[in-house]
């Protein structure tokens, strides 16, 4: 038996995958997860709250569960922890605070021997003045030191700024459910930003996926707008997904997916942060299929339930026949959605495939800014990249024009 710990967000569709093919899986949620234990307990999924560790890993035993998966961002510390106790492989658990931390990823990349971005935590405003003023070029970046979808994150342009930003992260509850008891000041990756996705094998890292980022920088806050696939990799990406190997060793990944961002600047790649789980916060499997013939967490599954078939795959070369892109739709401002005027253009445009998680009718846009797909996902698919990147562009004019969505103000 398999215990997937909290499959929400992406892991919902890693739930799936593993349904598809049969496996005998038990969901296992934490307390800050509970509405989605009760709708997991009410279908059709075994389900179980998580309230202390020795209770779960006995109760993980007592069912005869052999695998443990984080199926979520909110998943990964409790895999670890289960997966120690039931002594069943996983990552390397001395190193399982580096793989949350930031400040601690910078330092085991340091230990490694890695080039990594410089990165100094500070817990007071006190201790960020000390930080900045032995700091040597801005702007800098202000973040917390866990949470996700550019949550807090900040581009500062100088010792003012950075110190409005700590005072609007600091203390607050980011979307990890985690009050920030402090932030990361790290220098500016100045480049384009890549993620890399991986599935590993008794330590054998298997690249699954490299996408380009295209981000914004809106009122100095960094905008992702969209992923596009890179099928055929130059010296300097083959170079980076290289580099974000050496990362998974050097914190200690071993088992299941990964998700790493990296930045490829003029002094090589440095990354931004390596996160022990499938791609977030969305993986509709079916444009990925139309592009690769997998998708990340179909993937994971194989790793887990066909291990035999998985490890063939070591010996194929990387190099999907299709460009994948997905788009974080935005809204041109707050306010609530009266309709969606632009998804007749967008579905029309050369290479659309899909869309999720479209916003409803007469409800206020939510995290317009933040990474979560709230405003809607879509997905291209094609053989031919340019033409792909001239549908993006349109797309994103469109978004940009006020196009995309017809907003009303919201009362008050």
């Known amino acids: 038996m398999i215990a997937l710990i909290n499959p929400v967000s992406s892991g919902a569709t890693l739930a799936d995958a593993f349904q598809e093919e049969g496996a005998d899986c038990l969901h296992i949620y934490t307390q800050d997860q509970e509405s989605a234990f009760h709708a997991a307990a009410s279908g059709t999924a075994k389900a179980y709250l998580h309230a202390q560790l020795s209770e779960t890993a006995e109760h993980l035993r007592s069912v005869g569960v052999n695998t443990v998966v984080a199926a979520s961002e909110f998943g990964v510390t409790l895999a670890d922890e289960l997966s120690e106790l039931l002594e069943l492989p996983h990552q390397r658990h001395e190193l399982r605070a580096a793989r949350r931390d930031k400040y601690l990823m910078a330092g085991a990349l340091a230990d490694a ?129 290289d580099y974000v190997l050496r990362c998974l060793d050097a914190l200690g990944v071993r088992e299941g997916a990964a998700h790493t961002e990296v930045v490829l600047t003029s002094r090589g790649p440095r ?88 916003p409803a009718i007469g409800v206020p846009v939510q995290d317009r800014y933040l990474t979560t797909g709230a405003s809607g996902i879509a997905f291209f698919v094609h053989e031919d990249d340019e033409l792909l990147e001239h549908s993006l562009a349109t797309l994103h004019d469109i978004e940009d024009a006020a196009g995309m969505y017809r907003i009303a103000e919201v009362d008050g």
Not at 192 to 216: F, K, P
Not at 278 to 306: I, K, N
């Open 113 to 241: 021997g890695l080039s990594h971005a410089r990165t100094v935590m500070v817990r007071s405003e006190g201790e960020l003045r000390d930080a900045l003023d032995g700091w040597d070029a801005f702007p800098v970046v202000i973040k917390p030191l866990n949470s996700a979808g550019s949550d807090g994150c900040h581009i500062s342009a100088d010792a003012d700024e950075a110190l409005s930003a700590y005072r609007g992260a600091a203390g607050r509850l980011n979307l990890m459910g985690e009050v920030n008891q402090g932030v990361l000041v790290q220098e500016f990756l100045d480049g384009t930003q890549y993620i890399v996705n991986t599935v590993s094998m008794e330590g054998r890292h298997l690249l699954t996926e490299v996408y380009a980022e295209r981000i914004d920088r809106v009122e100095d806050a960094p905008v992702l707008r969209h992923i596009i696939s890179r099928p055929a990799l130059e010296d300097a990406e083959q170079d980076l997904v």
């Open 271 to 358: 990354l931004v942060e390596v996160n022990s789980r499938v791609m977030g916060p969305c993986l509709a499997p079916d444009p990925y299929h139309a592009a690769y013939g997998y998708s990340h967490q179909h993937l994971t599954v194989e790793r887990f339930l066909r291990p035999e078939d998985f490890r063939k795959r070591f010996d194929l070369p990387y190099g999907p026949a299709r460009t994948v892109a997905k788009v974080f739709l935005r809204s041109h401002r707050p306010g609530v959605v009266l309709a969606m005027d632009g998804l007749r253009t967008m579905r029309r445009l050369p290479g659309f495939h899909s869309i999720a998680r479209l």
